[in-house]
């Protein structure tokens, strides 16, 4: 199989086990709840892991660039639809801003490894 598609698979599992250890941050009320402390730290070991095998064959500036700002955007929106959050204008450009980082890498950076 293909080592790029590996390494972006592992980076969209790691992107995913990043948001649901921070919902279940938001879920274990500063540590006060058990088992969503437990599944908080059990998703982010898991999307650190994920992560270092996606770092095999992304640079890692990349990779952490796109693991932050794709978890940025997603929880903010899980912030929204999930915990009834609001984003002002403020907040919609600064995410806006993010995406056209996120696009701008992958699509025109020679950092990219395609």
Same mark, same amino acid.
């Given at each position: %199989?293909?080592? +790029?598609?590996? +390494?972006?698979? @592992?980076?969209?599992?790691?992107? &995913?086990?990043?948001?649901?250890? /921070?919902?279940?941050? %938001?879920?274990? #009320? ?9 599944? %908080?730290?059990?998703?982010? +070991?898991? @999307?650190?892991?994920?992560? @270092?095998?996606?770092?095999? &064959?992304?640079?890692? =500036? #990349? ?6 700002? $794709?978890?940025? #955007?997603? /929880?903010?929106?899980? =912030? $929204? #639809? &999930?915990? =009834?959050? /609001? ?8 995410? +806006? %801003?993010? &995406? =056209?980082? $996120? $696009? ?5 950076? !020679? @950092?990219? !490894?395609?």
């Amino acid at each position: %199989m293909n080592p +790029a598609l590996i +390494a972006y698979g @592992s980076l969209a599992v790691a992107i &995913v086990c990043e948001i649901a250890g /921070t919902s279940f941050l %938001m879920k274990s #009320v500063q540590f006060t709840r058990l088992v969503p402390t437990l599944a %908080m730290a059990a998703f982010y +070991a898991s @999307s650190f892991f994920f992560l @270092s095998q996606a770092l095999k &064959v992304i640079p890692l =500036g #990349v990779a952490y660039a796109v693991w932050g700002g $794709v978890g940025i #955007v997603l /929880t903010a929106i899980i =912030g $929204v #639809v &999930v915990f =009834g959050q /609001t984003l002002d204008i403020s907040a919609i450009a600064g995410i +806006a %801003m993010i &995406v =056209g980082g $996120v $696009v701008l890498l992958n699509g025109f950076s !020679s @950092s990219m !490894s395609h």
